[in-house]
């Protein structure tokens, strides 16, 4: 066995190799914690947003719902997963579109992620409901989460300019302190025109029961 005195001696004949062996391992060991982290995140953030009932799918290897893109072709087959809970008849299942954006407001800017949505979120969002108004729709309507609101005084009729276009607001949300009360939620086929997005972010669904929930994100995960 070498002696460790060896070891040190060689180490401080070639600093640079050593320092950039060093800093690569570094490097690895900060990323590895870092990615760590997010995903920690954002399985917080999905426990905290949703029910026992609810489940999120997002595009394999995104880091946040902002950052995933679902083709829209895959709708047809979520609806049909076995255990999606149905309504009159329809599958309950909210296809979505996340964008964070800068809006104006009161000729000042603000920071807000936006949340394109159908008429049939509130039917698949079990903790989500009206504080006042009315649910976004077509024709520029927006709903802003409660929190949102009071802390940019945003009120009832208050025009915003988001994503070039003037939005009305129309509706206060109540999620009772989840993220959505920092959302503002839009039409979804009017956020991505004003957005310029072809593919859905996500898909938010109710199912029959947990025990469902486990079973239908394990066949989401074969594929």
């Known amino acids: 066995m070498l002696p460790v005195s060896y070891l040190l001696r060689n180490l401080g004949r070639r600093p640079l190799r050593t320092g950039l062996t060093v800093a690569g391992i570094s490097l690895v060991v900060a990323v590895y914690f870092l990615m760590g982290s997010v995903a920690e995140t954002?399985?917080?953030?999905?426990?905290?947003?949703?029910?026992?009932?609810?489940?999120?799918?997002?595009?394999?290897?995104?880091?946040?719902?902002?950052?995933?893109?679902?083709?829209?072709?895959?709708?047809?087959?979520?609806?049909t997963l076995d255990g999606v809970a149905h309504r009159d008849g329809s599958p309950l299942v909210s296809p979505e579109l996340a964008?964070?954006?800068?809006?104006?407001?009161?000729?000042?800017?603000?920071?807000?992620?936006?949340?394109?949505?159908?008429?049939?979120?509130?039917?698949?969002?079990?903790?989500?409901?009206?504080?006042?108004?009315?649910?976004?729709?077509?024709?520029?309507r927006a709903a802003v989460g409660r929190s949102l609101a009071a802390k940019l005084d945003l009120e009832m009729g208050d025009e915003l300019e988001i994503e070039g276009d003037r939005w009305?607001?129309?509706?206060?949300?109540?999620?009772?302190?989840?993220?959505?009360?920092?959302?503002?939620?839009?039409?979804l086929e009017e956020l991505a025109a004003a957005a310029n997005r072809k593919s859905y972010s996500s898909y938010t669904l109710r199912v029959e029961d947990p025990a469902a929930a486990e079973r239908l994100v394990e066949t989401c995960l074969l594929y």
């Open 42 to 79: 954002l399985v917080r953030s999905f426990r905290s947003t949703g029910g026992a009932d609810e489940v999120v799918i997002v595009q394999a290897g995104a880091m946040t719902i902002d950052y995933s893109s679902v083709d829209r072709s895959s709708l047809t087959y979520v609806q």
């Open 99 to 140: 964008v964070g954006t800068v809006f104006r407001h009161r000729d000042r800017d603000q920071k807000a992620s936006l949340r394109g949505v159908t008429a049939l979120a509130p039917s698949v969002y079990g903790q989500v409901r009206l504080a006042a108004g009315e649910w976004p729709g077509r024709g520029r």
């Open 168 to 187: 009305r607001i129309v509706g206060i949300l109540d999620s009772g302190g989840r993220v959505h009360d920092q959302e503002i939620w839009l039409d």
